[in-house]
């Protein structure tokens, strides 16, 4: 099991907006570590979307955004697009043990 | 831009070994973290394992049956990156992908932090084990 806890699935219509969340001890997302989330869409490979929280590499619609408090983070999506169904994943680092990049369970979104 | 080649062979059988190669194209070798990730059939992000240029490795160390099993290499002088697992079973079955890691360590008032993260992702290889 994930040491990141993410929602299985989430769902939202055209337009609207939805947030995913992503859940971990604070060990896991301490104030000394940034989360990060990735998009994968249907038989594709992974793709960053958010890294340090809040910021969005090139190329990535400023629908997309990420917050952070605590030990807890979100990926939040504005107005919602049928191309945006896909799995996301969070992520983050533990220094202990030398060194563990680990990911949330992964949250399906379906555009309905 | 920077692009990640890999390849390697589909299909085994139980107790053969996965090796996989990662190439790298249009960038710097130096500076980053190179990272082999799997995802089984329906599943979720399994993090395996990374190399340093400096040749550094670390393993997950939360999956000891993997971390028993695989070895991560490079080859500085071919901008490469390989990863091997022996004894492979069927539960190996997945999609592997190798990633290009950033890492950063910072310093500041409130303290240190942490920003690792994948930027660049391989297309992935799909492993197939089975008798």
């Known amino acids: 099991q994930s040491v990141l806890t993410q929602p299985p699935s989430v769902s939202g219509a055209p337009g609207q907006r939805v947030t995913i969340s992503c859940t971990g001890s604070s060990s896991y997302i301490g104030a000394d570590s940034h989360v990060h989330w990735y998009q994968q ?56 043990l030398g060194g563990y990049w680990m990911f949330g369970g992964g949250t399906k979104l379906t555009v309905l | 831009q920077v692009q ?50 400096s040749g550094s490795t670390n393993y997950n160390p939360y999956n000891p049956s993997l971390k028993s099993r695989v070895t991560i290499s490079i080859d500085t002088s071919k901008n490469q990156f390989s990863l091997s697992l022996t004894s492979v079973n069927a539960a190996d079955t997945a999609v592997y992908y ?24 391989g297309k992935g290889t799909t492993v197939t084990v089975s008798s």
């Not at chain 1, 929280?53 to 629908?63: A, F, H, I, L, Y």
């Not at chain 1, 979100?74 to 996301?88: N, R, V």
């Not at chain 2, 139980?14 to 990730?37: K, Q, R």
């Not at chain 2, 360590?105 to 690792?116: A, D, R």
């Open chain 2, 4 to 53: 990640l080649q890999q390849w390697g062979a589909g299909l085994l059988k139980p107790s053969e070994t996965l090796s996989l190669t990662c190439a790298v194209h249009g960038g710097s070798f130096s500076g980053y973290s190179w990272n082999w990730i799997r995802q089984p059939p329906g599943k979720g992000l399994e993090w395996i394992g990374a190399i340093k240029h």
């Open chain 1, 41 to 96: 869409l249907p038989g594709t490979a992974p793709r960053l979307l958010i890294y340090d929280n809040t910021n969005r590499p090139s190329g990535v619609p400023d629908r997309f955004s990420g917050s952070k408090s605590g030990t807890s983070a979100s990926l939040a999506i504005t107005g919602l697009q049928a191309e945006d169904e896909a799995d996301y994943y969070c992520q983050s680092y533990d220094s202990s």
């Open chain 2, 98 to 121: 190798c990633a290009r890691g950033i890492t950063i360590f910072g310093i500041v008032v409130t303290g240190t932090y942490y920003s690792y993260y994948m930027d660049v992702w």
